[in-house]
Every structure is written in structure tokens, then in C-alpha cells.
């Protein structure tokens, strides 16, 4: 059982979240493609990719600007929310980037004010946001830690609401940097946990998310979407980018969030696995799966959305969460698309052909990163 100190004395919710994606502007898009499966990938059209070894990712139309669709977001998170322009000058930013996209071109003497932490001020302060705000810049556990980070402070008493935001748009050097490394399908399409999975794509998101205390929300009449009910962080620095193969630092990470929760595995009904598509990383997920849950990881409905918007780097931990939330409040979950047939080495229980009902209020959305960081966000229906 999980002490008050530990835990927090507060539950923490989340009260409004916005979000842009290939599919387009909105929750509702992303939803029903990923319980439809339905995937956005697409040969890319931002910039040149002859001579790559892939060719697609899951891009939104145009040229987006990541500034600019960070701040509308965070506006339209806010808006759900309930908060007022007061309300909202009181209100810290967490933001999970990598990093400001003019950094690489402009020259050295202005470098410094183009760095992460200064791309947050600026996003803070066109958002109308307090001056307190943290950059967040570690790979795929970016948007994730920032929620944990987040909640742990409301938990505790520290803060009575945290906007949390990501933004990663595809981009010709992170292409070119996991077109090279091998890490690209070059078959168009990610297969989660499936046998002749080839590897990862990326996609966009740009997502923002209001986390606050319940008797705040409570006070404002403001209507909860989901509870963050646990969260758990865990290292294992196996290797600079490949996972440890028995799962081990994810497992941890799954246990405190439930200890944090106060649950036991079969309580969960659902686990937005981080599933790259990735042979190696699929594999270690599934053995922390095995690890965290025993004999539920093989009955556990579990998917990854990766394979429907694409990996999203720093943001993608946050788009999942909001992703893990819609669908647990429609009662609904999403399939885990592109499969083509069983591998032995990821004995899972996955959501195959059509969407599943959710048979439990709390679900899990799983992040790994290179380096060997991991974490996991426990959410359930308000």
C-alpha cells in the first residue's frame, strides 16, 4: 500500500487537452483512426528524401510552425479547460521539445536565445502563460516525465495547475538521422509486436494538456476528462539506444504507477504500449510486460498507436496519453494496426481487426527512450 507522502495528498486530473496531428486538428480525428487502424503514412512532401532508404512518415498538410501550433494549442487546452486570462497568467509551462527548430541555422553568437529553455519562455508568453516554465528534452520520455513532473507537484500541494505541452513536426535531420541508424520501415507501415515488423516511422503531434488538482477543478466546476491516478519513472542505462532485453527498468516503472494507484495488474484494462515496431524494443516491452503483470500480460488488451500516427519523439508520449484518455472515455480501444501474424517473442494480448470494449476504468500509456529511460502514466475515467 502506498503511503499519503509518497503518493500525495491530492488526486490530479486533467482538464482539458488539444491536439494536432496528421489527421488533423482535434481529438476526434485521432480517435477514430486509431480505432479504426487506420494509418496516416504517406511518402513525405516537407522536404527532399532522395536517396533515403525510407520514404514516408505521418505528416500533417502544409509547413506547420511549431511556435505558432504550440501556442494555439495550448489556447485551445486552456479554453477546454475553463481558465481565464488571470487564471491562466498563474499557470507554469512544461514543455517537451526537441529543441527550437531554428537552432541549427542561425549563427553561433545567437545561439543562446535559441535554446530549449528559451523556445519555452517564448511559447509561455505568447500563451499567456506564467514566466515559469521548464524545457523538456529527453528523446521519447519527454511529454511523459513532463506530465509526471506536473503531477507530482499538484499532488503534493505545490501547484494547483500545470499546462503540459510537446511539439516535434517530421524534419529533414531527425529523418535523416533515423534513416541512417536503420531505424525507418521501408515498408510504409509500423507493425507493432508483429512478426516481419521492420522498424519505426515518424509522424507529427503537437499536443497540450491542462493537469490540475481535483478540488481545483472541482472549485471552478470544471469537468475532469480523466484521472492521472499513478506514474512511475525507471533507468536502466543498458545501452546508449538499445532497450535491455528482459524489460526490466519498464516493469519498474509499471509497478510504481500502480503502487502509486493503489491497483493490482488485473485491474487494468487496457496498455497503450510504446511499441515502436522495432524487433528489439517490441520484445523488451513485452518481457516488461510479463514482468509487471505475471499471467495478466497475456490477457491484457493491449495495442500501439504507432502504428496509426506515427512515432512523434518528444511529443508522442503526450499524444498517447491523450489518446489512452479519449479512448477509455468512449469505452472503446484501439486496434494495434499493421499486423501481419504472431511472433513468438511478444505472447501479448493484442487488440487485432476490430476496436475493443473497454472492460475497466484505468489504462496505461507506456513510454521508452534511448538511453534506457522509461515511464508509465496511469490514467482512468473521471
Sequence with gaps: MASAARRGPGSVVVTGAAVLSAFGEGVGPLLAATLDGTPAFAPVRRFGVAGRRAAHAAAHP????????????????????????????????????????????VPEEDRPAHGSDAFADTVARRSGLSGASRAYTSACVASSTAVADAAALIARGR????????????DADQFAVFDAGRALARDGRVRPFSAGRSGLLLGDAVVAVVVESAASAARRRARPLARLAGWGRAGDAHHVCRPRPDGAGLARAITDALHRARLRPEEIGYVNAHGSGSP?????ESAALHRAFGDSARTVPVSSTKAVHGQALEAGALLELVVTMSALSAGKLPVNAGYLGPDPSCPL????????????AYGLSLTMAFGGANTALLVGTP
Excluded: F, K, N
Excluded at 501547484?159 to 517530421?170: E, F, K, S
Design 159 to 170: 501547484a494547483d495547475r500545470i499546462v503540459v505541452a510537446a511539439g516535434y513536426l517530421v
Design 349 to 360: 494480448g493484442l487488440i487485432l481487426d476490430r476496436p475493443a470494449d473497454a472492460g475497466s
Design 62 to 105: 502544409g509547413a506547420p510552425v511549431l511556435a505558432e501550433e504550440l501556442t494555439r494549442m495550448v489556447g485551445q487546452a486552456c479554453d477546454q479547460a475553463g481558465l481565464s486570462a488571470a487564471q491562466r497568467a498563474d499557470c507554469p509551462l512544461h514543455l517537451a521539445v526537441h529543441g527550437d527548430p531554428d537552432l541549427p541555422r
Design 280 to 284: 528489439a524494443g517490441d520484445t523488451a
